[in-house]
């Protein structure tokens, strides 16, 4: 599936859209270049399960953990990880369990480590917006995609 995003509200709600289809856990993975919109996706997802924070790549960290009306959300930021064993020496595999919610930016980093994800979201510029690519790799990325957009 394409989409267009014409500005970073539109990027927000989108990310509100697939938060409300993921209550029962789900591994999102966020590509594209540095600023097109992954960190704001993700803002939108958090705020709509009741984050009032910021909401900032983890870049240093790797990782930020949030629990938001129970449900357990980390949000990952790959981008200067050297080496994917370093999810290892986090405890990654504890985060992605059944259950949990998990957004990775930059997941191309982790590859060999990190699961099969529920959807891929690829970015891309486009004039002043964003061309989204969204595919789904399981059962339940194919139902959240069959309600994005409507």
Same mark, same amino acid.
């Given at each position: 599936? /394409?989409?267009?995003?014409?500005?970073?509200?539109e990027m927000? /709600?989108?990310?509100?859209? #697939?938060?409300?289809?993921?209550?029962?856990?789900?591994?999102? %993975?966020?590509?594209?270049?540095?600023?097109?919109? +992954?960190?704001?996706?993700?803002?939108? %997802?958090?705020?709509?399960?009741?984050?009032?924070?910021?909401? +900032?790549?983890?870049?240093?960290?790797?990782?930020?953990?949030?629990?938001?009306? &129970? /449900?357990?959300?980390?949000?990952?930021?790959?981008?200067?990880?050297?080496?994917?064993?370093?999810?290892?020496?986090? &405890?990654?595999?504890?985060?992605?369990?059944?259950?949990?919610?998990?957004?990775?930016?930059?997941?191309?980093? &982790?590859?060999?480590? #990190?699961? +099969?994800?529920?959807?891929?979201?690829?970015?891309?510029?486009?004039?002043?917006?964003?061309k989204l690519?969204?595919?789904?790799?399981?059962?339940?990325?194919?139902?959240?995609?069959?309600?994005?957009?409507?």
């Amino acid at each position: 599936m /394409q989409l267009f995003i014409p500005n970073e509200i539109e990027m927000e /709600q989108l990310g509100a859209q #697939l938060a409300s289809q993921c209550a029962d856990g789900c591994l999102i %993975f966020l590509q594209g270049d540095l600023g097109t919109g +992954k960190t704001t996706l993700t803002r939108g %997802f958090l705020q709509s399960m009741g984050h009032t924070g910021n909401v +900032k790549s983890p870049t240093y960290t790797l990782v930020e953990p949030y629990e938001l009306n &129970g /449900q357990q959300v980390y949000h990952f930021d790959l981008y200067r990880m050297g080496d994917p064993e370093e999810l290892e020496y986090l &405890g990654g595999r504890d985060y992605f369990t059944e259950g949990n919610i998990c957004l990775v930016e930059w997941p191309e980093r &982790g590859e060999g480590f #990190l699961p +099969k994800p529920d959807l891929m979201i690829a970015i891309d510029y486009q004039n002043e917006g964003r061309k989204l690519y969204i595919s789904a790799d399981t059962e339940r990325g194919q139902a959240i995609l069959a309600t994005v957009g409507q």
